[in-house]
Antibody, heavy 122, light 107 residues
Framework: QLQLQESGPGLVKPSETLSLTCTVS??????????WGWIRQPPGKDLEWIGN???????HYNPSLKSRVTMSLDTSKNQFSLKLSFVTAADTAVYYC??????????????WGQGTLVTISS | DIQMTQSPSSVSASVGDRVTITCRAS??????LGWYQQKPGKAPELLIY???SLQSGVPSRFSGSGSGTDFTLTISSLQPEDFATYYC?????????FGQGTKVEIK
């Protein structure tokens, strides 16, 4: 059974870079059948898609965050990562990683990691 | 960006009730829609993909329909474990966007 687990600092200072890692178990991130995504949810608010990274390293980012986001793969560790630079309090959120699958030419997010709360504060 | 609008924002229902949630896209998205259930403090879980396909392991009381701009999630007979917030999400074009959520509460 595929499982994903986010990890990283729970507190980041404003203007610094938020760095998170998603460790995948029960499957390989190198599979060309799937890509991998990041989604966030500010406390009490709605879900926001951050971006996806494909098995070959190709990425799609949300334009609202594109200038600050970098995603990468580490196939040797079966992990993928998210970096968000120049953070502000508005970036405080629970960050989720998820597998992106595709059926009938439609993509979906499943499963998700449990999420990790990142607070931006000095 | 494609805007996803869910209605209602909340619904009060009893166990055994039929519950319907709608999601409207600001432009046509074919069948590129998923429905997710989120319980407090937990990650969302996929219920329906491609507008009407039931994800493996999801009870058959959940169903989805629609295409183009208008979509529906139906719970045929609400169970205690179904009280949660439900989100639609379009995956037809980037950037992917979510609806604002519908909270299903106990009446």
């Amino acid at each position: 059974q595929l499982q994903l687990q986010e990890s990283g600092p729970g507190l980041v200072k404003p203007s610094e870079t938020l760095s998170l890692t998603c460790t995948v178990s029960g499957g390989s991130i190198s599979s060309n059948s799937y890509s991998w995504g990041w989604i966030r949810q500010p406390p009490g608010k709605d879900l926001e898609w951050i971006g996806n990274i494909f098995y070959n390293g190709r990425t799609h980012y949300n334009p609202s965050l594109k200038s600050r986001v970098t995603m990468s793969l580490d196939t040797s560790k079966n992990q993928f990562s998210l970096k968000l630079s120049f953070v502000t309090a508005a970036d405080t959120a629970v960050y989720y990683c998820a597998r992106v699958g595709e059926t009938l030419l439609v993509e979906w997010l499943d499963p998700w990691g449990q999420g990790t709360l990142v607070t931006i504060s000095s | 960006d494609i805007q996803m609008t869910q209605s209602p924002s909340s619904v009060s229902a009893s166990v055994g009730d039929r519950v319907t949630i709608t999601c409207r896209a600001s432009q046509r998205i074919s069948s590129g829609l998923g429905w997710y259930q989120q319980k407090p403090g937990k990650a969302p879980e996929l219920l329906i993909y491609a507008a009407s396909s039931l994800q493996s392991g999801v009870p058959s009381r959940f169903s989805g329909s629609g295409s183009g701009t208008d979509f529906t999630l139906t719970i045929s007979s609400l169970q205690p474990e179904d009280f949660a917030t439900y989100y639609c999400q379009q995956a037809n074009s980037f950037p992917w966007t979510f609806g604002q959520g519908t909270k299903v509460e106990i009446k």
